[in-house]
T-cell receptor, first 111, second 113 residues
Framework: SQTIHQWPATLVQPVGSPLSLECTVE??????LYWYRQAAGRGLQLLFY??????ISSEVPQNLSASRPQDRQFILSSKKLLLSDSGFYLC??????????FGSGTRLTVV | QQQVKQSPQSLIVQKGGISIINCAYE??????FPWYQQFPGKGPALLIA?????SEKKEGRFTISFNKSAKQFSLHIMDSQPGDSATYFC????????????FGTGTRLQVTL
């Protein structure tokens, strides 16, 4: 069966520090991968998606970047965090033709 | 064109009652409509989904009703239970476009005793 792992679960980082969130998927190959952000009490905003190794599409211009160095690994990064980067970050994967399975999320607080 | 509008924003239902959440979409190319359930501090989990070739899909106490001509779909939770208290998101996608889901803004459901 397929599983998705996302870590860390919580993170408190100072403004201006770097960020690296990692997501890995097991039990499947060549999945579509996604990063979403959810602000407190708000909906889900698509940040990045990837249909293959090295292929990254950005949905919203921002202070973040994403990379997919391996087929089942998706990384969300920032060189310098802003207060506005705080939120609940969710990784998800999808087979090519239907809906997502989400990871358990990372609660990021920038202080 | 890409929006999915969800209502109500919050909903309080008594135990045993019917919870109804509505969504409307604009993009006629959407061909897959899932609903997600999210508990606090957790990632959303797929609850039930429908394709536009059927008007209704039922799984246990959860039913999706789909009206293609009106571009609307709704989630009905029958015999609502306190354990159903969560945030519910509708979503839509065109499965030919990397399956990028467009989400509604969410409905916070509280089921009271």
């Amino acid at each position: 069966s397929q599983t998705i792992h996302q870590w860390p679960a919580t993170l408190v980082q100072p403004v201006g520090s770097p960020l690296s969130l990692e997501c890995t998927v097991e039990g499947t190959s060549n999945p579509n991968l996604y990063w979403y952000r959810q602000a407190a009490g708000r909906g889900l905003q698509l940040l990045f998606y990837s249909v293959g190794i090295g292929q990254i599409s950005s949905e919203v211009p921002q202070n973040l970047s994403a990379s997919r160095p391996q087929d089942r690994q998706f990384i969300l990064s920032s060189k310098k965090l802003l207060l506005s980067d705080s939120g609940f970050y969710l990784c998800a994967w999808s087979p090519w033709d239907y809906g997502y399975t989400f990871g358990s999320g990372t609660r990021l607080t920038v202080v | 064109q890409q929006q999915v509008k969800q209502s109500p924003q919050s909903l309080i239902v008594q135990k045993g009652g019917i919870s109804i959440i509505n969504c409307a979409y604009e993009n006629t190319a959407f061909d897959y409509f899932p609903w997600y359930q999210q508990f606090p501090g957790k990632g959303p989990a797929l609850l039930i989904a429908i394709r536009p070739d059927v008007s209704e899909k039922k799984e246990g106490r959860f039913t999706i009703s789909f009206n293609k001509s009106a571009k609307q779909f709704s989630l009905h939770i029958m015999d609502s239970q306190p354990g159903d208290s969560a945030t519910y998101f509708c979503a839509a996608t065109n499965t030919g476009t990397a399956s990028k889901l467009t989400f509604g803004t969410g409905t916070r459901l509280q089921v009271t005793l």
